[in-house]
């Protein structure tokens, strides 16, 4: 007999939110239902096509790209929709048979939509409620009535904090159960560590809200220079632009990077591995995994001594424990991070955590409510209520505006294939003679491509177009293209000429005149930064960070740059260039038509033709090419 044949299974029902929803408690309701499965119980996955009221939820509820954080559960139903009570009824309807029913609990305000559904259920079913929070960190007003009327209507109530089960308790909840939240970690296996030998660098990972304090953590390193952090999250509302406001502030400048967007699980372990801290500086929380987390990938914490985390982190051995909102004890803890040698020892005594063992006592739990013997409950009297009245569409801001533009098809108006450019047609080149820049500009017109006045724009544009139709072009013309170009450059014109949408703003900018376009990461197809006035040696580095997070895999990051040695504050060396792709591999953007690695080779060969041409036109002087100075342009691709 095997074990889903054994008189010991159950049919269970697991009613919350799964993929392609994001964040940790659709990763833990997936997990769960995994783990059920191979307790060896019937499981069935009962999931939303649309949960949160985009009121309530000012950010992207699903993952971007669609790439999935854990194995989805195969035996997955998405039948319930928060604007349609009807497949609240009908869910109900069809788990009248299970043995329970495990509602998974986020915000009070689907609460109804629960409520419906076990009313419909009947009273056979066990029900347990499992809350990931009994009340919101942001709470709205009658939560504590949704609350409390769940309660009132199931048998049992799972929660992960001792505080969580005495509230929950207050609350009205007859029977609670305190069990551990177990690991259900994104990011795959750990990679090796990146040494630095600069600042200790900490980490801030997950969506910023106020509850997480990381305008905290901002505040404190105003008085800690040898610090920096990394922010990589979506920003949430309020608190998001705050902490972009704080991270602006000059005192902090070349500190702090902000990644704003959903960072997808495939990024997350690269990322871990580039940093020494992982910080949590909570003003309250309840339970986290990302203490597991950090542990799983060798990062000590810091942490404020809030929900779960005091358990978790052992003070001053793999992380240090600060009071919440305690300015002083902060700052205290960033300065003896500071010392990378001490930041070293509560790296090396970090333990991996154990994935398992936590799930099994889980598992148990959850199987000892839903096989309790209990009286059925009768229906109680206590209405439902009406879900909020408020506007289903979410008004949205100008960067999700043009996001969407983006996605619009325009009209084809020219078809080109990527036959139709010479081999002489590089995504990775040097300029360095005029000549090269009139041929490109000759190409473009006999292409059918519209008129571009400036040779050298032309022939900067048109490697990046012959580029993208090479490497980046799916049949549809459906590449996510923004282009940070400025209005000389006719890319933008060539792309929307071919079919491509394009946006013109800027991703990678950092001046506050500019307009930035705040994306999700690993959302846009190319990055276009073709012949930017303002593109000098200094920005290099910023444009190929950013650019590493906006991209998704295989996306192309194309850009040009001033190459020269006569003038260093202004032209990149040679020299540096080697740097610029060190750099940018080490980010995860591989250089495209770089072989053998002759960028260099081939910078040294155009200068030396343009020695030529100077020595063969002594008449025209300055005027003449100039074998110091050219345009670069690279092309990278994500990994």
């Not at 029913?101 to 409520?115: C, D, E, R, S, Y």
């Not at 000098?536 to 991209?551: C, F, K, P, R």
Request: charged share 25%; glycine share 8%; proline share 7%.
């Amino acid at each position: 007999m095997s074990e889903r044949d054994s008189p010991a299974s159950l049919r269970l029902a697991v009613v919350g939110p799964t993929h392609p929803h994001r964040g940790g408690v659709a990763s833990h309701t997936t997990q769960l239902c995994h783990e059920l499965a191979e307790a060896g119980h019937d499981v069935t996955l009962v999931s939303w096509t649309h949960l949160y009221p985009s009121m309530l939820y000012p950010g992207e509820q699903a993952v971007p790209g669609g790439a999935p954080d854990v194995t989805p559960f195969p035996n997955t139903v998405r039948s319930l929709s928060w604007a349609r009570p009807d497949t609240w009824v009908r869910a109900g309807r069809s788990l009248r048979d299970v043995d329970a029913i495990l509602v998974i609990h986020v915000i009070p305000q689907v609460v109804p939509a629960h409520l419906a559904l076990l009313r419909a259920a009947g009273a056979g079913p066990e029900s347990i409620v499992i809350a990931h929070n009994v009340l919101p960190h942001e709470p709205r007003p009658g939560d504590r009535q949704f609350m409390e009327a769940l309660f009132r209507r199931v048998d049992s109530v799972v929660v992960h904090s001792d505080s969580q089960a005495k509230l929950a308790a207050e609350m009205g909840a007859a029977h609670v159960r305190e069990l551990d939240l177990p690991p259900h970690l994104p990011g795959g296996p750990r990679e090796k560590h990146v040494d630095s030998t600069g600042p200790t660098r900490l980490l801030a990972l997950g969506i910023v809200r106020d509850y997480k304090g990381v305008d905290l953590l901002l505040d404190a390193m105003l008085d800690v220079p040898e610090v920096c952090l990394t922010i990589a999250g979506e920003m949430w509302g309020d608190s998001g632009r705050r902490v972009k406001e704080l991270a602006a502030d000059p005192r902090l400048a070349g500190r702090v990077e902000v990644h704003s967007g959903y960072v997808p699980a495939d990024r997350i372990a690269g990322l871990l591995a580039r940093h020494d801290v992982l910080t949590l500086t909570y003003r309250h929380a309840t339970a986290s995994q990302n203490v597991l987390l950090a542990r799983l990938h060798g990062l000590p914490v810091l942490a404020t001594h809030v929900g779960t985390f005091g358990g978790q982190v052992r003070d001053g051995v793999d992380g240090l424990l600060v009071p919440p909102n305690d300015r002083a004890a902060l700052v205290d803890a960033l300065r003896r991070l500071s010392d990378r040698a001490y930041a070293g020892q509560l790296r090396s005594a970090v333990r991996p955590p154990d994935l398992s063992g936590p799930w099994a006592h889980y598992v148990g739990g959850i199987e000892a409510l839903a096989s309790t013997d209990s009286e059925a409950l009768a229906d109680h009297d206590d209405a439902p209520g009406e879900a909020p009245v408020g506007p289903l569409e979410r008004g949205r801001t100008r960067a999700k505006e043009l996001l969407t533009t983006m996605r619009l098809r325009p009209r084809r108006q020219l078809t080109l294939r990527p036959t139709d450019f010479p081999e002489w047609v590089r995504a990775s080149d040097v300029l360095a003679l005029d000549d090269d820049a009139l041929d490109a500009q000759s190409l473009a017109r006999e292409l059918g491509l519209p008129r571009c006045s400036d040779a050298v724009s032309a022939w900067a544009a048109l490697g990046a177009v012959a580029a993208i139709l090479r490497i980046r072009d799916d049949g549809q013309r459906g590449a996510v293209i923004v282009d940070e170009s400025g209005t000389r450059s006719p890319f933008s014109r060539w792309v929307r000429e071919l079919g491509f949408a394009a946006v013109e703003l800027e991703v990678t900018g950092r001046r506050s005149s500019v307009e930035v376009l705040d994306v999700d990461t690993a959302s846009l197809d190319v990055i276009a930064r073709l012949h930017p006035a303002d593109c000098g040696a200094e920005d290099v580095d910023h444009v190929v960070s950013q650019a590493s997070w906006a991209l998704r895999t295989g996306g192309l990051l194309i850009m040009t740059l001033p190459v020269g040695e006569d003038d260093p504050q202004w032209a990149i060396s040679p020299a540096d260039i080697r740097g610029i792709l060190a750099r940018a591999d080490d980010l995860g953007l591989v250089l495209v038509g770089d072989v053998d690695g002759d960028i260099t080779e081939r910078i040294r060969s155009a200068s030396a033709s343009a020695r030529e041409v100077r020595a063969a036109q002594p008449d025209q002087g300055d005027s003449g090419a100039n074998p110091a100075y050219g345009i670069l342009r690279l092309t990278f691709r994500r990994r």
